[in-house]
């Protein structure tokens, strides 16, 4: 539970049966999401900014006020000091010594790339160290000036800016294998060299040097103060001997065999001392010996119970004693500090209305904290001793979030906050026995994640039991659900849903399997479903079981509309009476509400063909844009020849609309009354990286949010996060080699003239789709083939060459040639390239080239067409 308490203290995970191995729950956590489950329990997520060791480990191994040494671009094999400014992901923004406080002269660039050294580097390979012409002439002698300057400062480490480690994160420095010294647990002076197994996002699996299982082994997070860097106990005179309870597994000489073998293979791949640099310092304690307080049990921790002070080993350890009054015994210590976790002043319990456990032993029935002072003849440790025993760190009742269980620490489970008291938390685990109680973490706990920790570093999570869900019946009319609806069971289907079946429809097996059902993504998409995502769906689903393979279709469907709900309602009339049907639930995801309805779907293979020709008349498609049939030329129906544009124009203008593919006629849209323009507001928000088709349909009584929704702005007004979306304001290119120089150009279309004569309603803005490349997916048409719409302001870019490749100049042309061209010199004197460029996300333009909100929001919707068309492009 807390970084303090022994693994062997806990119940052994070996005999504890009652308890599901993370083996046990891998099926039920592939089926668990985070976003699905807070939205269907209502439930909120604790706040990430809670969590201080999680934020550290995100930080950059750089840090501000670092020096390097930078080549000079006005001086070929001159270099000059630099000192960073700022970091982003591996960017570094820089000042060259000398300058002051003047940021006119900050530059970026890239770890990966850029030319940078550690100070000294010139002088040991004798290059010249030259200031920038700007300021030459500003000190006479700049040798005293650097003396001055560099007296105090501190260096980036070489082995960041070269080798295998260049660039990386602080935990990412830690590889398995490194080795570092641990702590004891009972004595603040001894150590013991121990292997790192594991790294999950930070917390280390230990293995003491010397074992080769796992049954020993510890978990910690890198933070804790009980790990330090090899060769630590030595420099500080301290003793070098594995644990007590380990010592009597091998002889003393071959402990002393593998420290030494491990000590001759550290020197070889040494861990980089950056790793300790954001340890925190311990304070001062100010605890006495045969004091006593209060604290959350280290063996069971799910109580509260007194202990007192047994020894003060110097001005920051002292150990403290659970209390226990039985002759038989056996002291349960522990080394703490002053901010260790879980240590609370006396009678904390009592003013925050908890429980306190009575020591082992005593008489009298009701515990009471002045009568035992009185007997034991002791004092209690003072509130000052406590300083940081009252905060809580913005966590409150029912948030969730992730954390350790205490009786299995491999295992990381779904918690619920049930309360907050002072700087406590009591904690439901879910997926455990109800037995279990509940256990108590500090907030200042480094066993505690915030909500997608686990995903985020691949690592399973023991989610919540599934409750027992009967079927539901069929809906008429799609309702959003509660907020407190008890989260439902959710069934992931894979594409190939069987094994390939022979389709003879005379047997049994052949009339309900059924070979794939293709999405044929160059046909015309109508009015309810995305162009866009309809480009990133698979190319085909399965072959399988009719129901599920056409459940997984329409899910898909679904997803892929501007409004999900919409397409629900309108999925629950497409029924013939001679069809062979099975109800299936299906689930709808539209402004932070969730849908659920009961559709009709046909059984037999042979009734296939004309169900998935209903469902896409129904929806105003092409009929074959799912299909048995694979389109791989030009659709039979020429649904080339219709454009969303033309079904914009006339339900705009509230006429009937042309005959729909498939014979049916289309309802006469109502009229309405106009409603005024919303005002636009960026929201930063996870962007799609592919294009958004621009002209939805949508119900006669929309409101002002639903044509925001519907307008396809790039800033992203939903209020809920969609599973296709892709986070472009932090693209990763670190691993991304382009190969060849960067030219720009703007693509046109005699189609785009021929466009804009049909007056501004019937323009539409839009950006490239993104497609795929690989096995399944939608391959992109020829180059030549695609159609491009833009307005009169600005076209879809098509890149050339790979933006990764821009040079300095090649930005600033680009920066030119938009409405953004007044803030072209930025870049020229900030040294942005491309790969700065696709880095670069609204609050790093505000702050770091001190930009208004209008100008940023305008220089960023252009950087987001460059990454919209790079996705595009170049992206696989």
């Given at each position: ?256 065999e593998a420290l030494e073998a491990v000590r001759s293979e550290a020197q070889q791949n040494p861990l980089p001392l950056e790793v300790f640099k954001d340890h925190a310092d311990l304070t001062k304690h100010s605890f006495r010996t045969g004091m006593k307080l209060e604290m959350v049990s280290p063996s069971e921790p799910f109580h509260i119970c007194p202990v007192s002070v047994t020894q003060v080993y110097n001005e920051h350890y002292f150990q403290v004693t659970v209390d226990d009054l039985t002759p038989e015994a056996t002291p349960l210590s522990l080394v703490c500090h002053s901010e260790s976790p879980g240590i609370l002043p006396v009678q904390w319990c009592l003013k925050n209305g908890i429980g306190l456990e009575r020591p082992r032993g005593y008489q009298s029935q009701d515990f009471d904290w002045a009568d035992y002072l009185k007997q034991s003849w002791t004092e209690a440790a003072p509130d000052a001793c406590f300083p940081n025993a009252w905060q809580s760190r913005g966590f409150a009742k029912d948030m969730w979030l992730e954390a350790v269980n205490p009786v299995r620490p491999t295992e990381v489970c779904v918690a619920q906050i049930t309360q907050v008291r002072g700087r406590l938390l009591w904690l439901r685990l879910e997926g455990l026995p109800k037995s279990v109680p509940e256990c108590i973490v500090d907030v200042e706990s480094m066993d505690i994640f915030p909500v997608g920790w686990c995903e985020t570093n691949a690592y399973l999570l023991t989610p919540p039991l599934k409750p027992v869900c009967q079927q ?405």
């Open positions: 539970m807390m970084e303090e308490i022994p693994h062997f203290w806990f119940i052994d995970p070996h005999h504890s049966p009652s308890y599901r191995t993370n083996a046990d729950s891998m099926e039920e956590e592939a089926d668990f999401n985070w976003e699905e489950y807070l939205e269907e329990t209502g439930a909120t997520a604790a706040p990430h900014t809670a969590f201080k060791h999680v934020d550290i480990s995100l930080q950059s191994s750089f840090q501000p006020g670092m020096k390097l040494e930078v080549a000079n671009k006005s001086r070929p094999d001159t270099y000059w000091v630099a000192t960073i400014v700022t970091t982003c992901s591996q960017l570094l923004l820089l000042r060259f010594s000398g300058y002051g406080d003047d940021r006119k002269a900050d530059f970026w660039c890239d770890v990966m790339t850029a030319e940078l050294h550690p100070v000294g580097w010139c002088t040991q390979n004798n290059k010249t160290l030259q200031p920038p012409e700007a300021i030459k002439e500003k000190y006479s002698d700049w040798t005293d000036f650097l003396i001055q300057d560099l007296t105090g400062s501190r260096t980036a480490p070489a082995n960041l800016l070269e080798g295998a480690l260049r660039g990386k994160n602080t935990v990412d420095l830690i590889v398995e294998g490194s080795v570092m010294e641990v702590r004891d647990l009972t004595d603040p002076y001894l150590y013991w060299a121990a292997r790192v197994a594991q790294n999950i996002g930070g917390r280390l699996r230990l293995r003491h040097v010397g074992l080769q299982d796992d049954a020993h082994d510890t978990w910690l997070f890198y933070l804790d103060v009980r790990l330090r860097p090899l060769g630590w106990a030595q420099e500080n005179r301290l003793s070098l001997e594995p644990p007590a309870e380990l010592r009597g597994l091998k002889s003393a000489l071959e402990w002393q539901q019946k069929k809906i008429a009319v799609v309702q959003p659900e509660k907020q407190l609806a008890p989260p439902q069971p959710v069934e992931t289907i894979p594409l190939d849903l069987c094994e390939p079946v022979a389709m003879d429809t005379g047997s049994a097996n052949g009339r309900y399997c059924c070979s794939r059902i293709y999405v044929n993504h160059r046909c015309f998409s109508g009015p309810y479903l995305n162009k866009g995502r309809i480009a990133e769906l698979p190319q085909a689903v399965g072959p399988g079981k009719c129901t599920l393979v056409l459940k997984e279709v329409l899910s898909m469907l679904i997803n892929a509309a501007y409004k999900p709900g919409r397409v629900l309602r309108e999925l629950q009339d497409v029924e013939e009476q001679h069809w062979d049907c099975h109800e299936e639930t299906l689930k709808a995801k539209y402004k932070g509400k969730t849908y659920r309805s009961s559709i009709r779907i046909v059984r037999l293979a042979e009734q296939i063909p004309d169900f998935c020709r209903k469902v896409c008349v129904k929806l105003q498609c092409c009929p074959n844009l799912f299909s048995p049939v694979q389109v791989t030329g030009q659709c039979p129906e020429s649904c080339s020849m219709q454009t969303k544009t033309k079904y914009t124009y006339y339900y705009g203008k509230k006429k009937k609309l042309s005959k729909p593919f498939g014979g049916e006629e289309s309802l006469e849209a109502k009229p309405t009354r106009r409603r005024k323009k919303r005002k636009a507001i960026f929201v930063q928000k996870k962007r799609r990286s592919s294009a958004v088709d621009y002209t939805p349909a949508g119900d006669e009584d929309e409101d002002e949010d639903d044509l925001m929704l519907q307008s396809g702005s790039e800033e992203g007004t939903s209020s809920e996060p969609r599973e296709d979306h892709i986070d472009t304001s932090s693209v990763e290119v670190a691993n991304s080699r382009p190969r060849c120089a960067v030219m720009l150009r703007r693509a046109t279309h005699t189609g785009i003239a021929s466009g804009s004569r049909e007056g501004p309603e019937s323009r539409s803005r839009s950006t490239r789709s993104l497609s795929y490349n690989q096995g399944n997916k939608y391959h992109p048409p020829k180059r030549q083939e695609m159609q491009v719409e833009c307005s009169e302001a600005e076209c879809r870019l098509v890149l050339e060459r790979n933006p990764l490749e821009w040079s300095v100049e090649d930005v600033v042309t680009f920066i030119t040639s938009t409405d953004c061209a007044a803030l072209a010199n930025i870049f020229q004197e900030q040294d942005i390239d491309g790969q700065a460029l696709l880095l670069l996300t609204l609050p790093t333009v505000q702050e770091c080239m001190e930009l208004k909100l209008g100008p940023a929001i305008k220089l960023c919707h252009q950087i987001e067409r460059v990454k919209v068309a790079f996705y595009a492009q170049y992206a696989n």
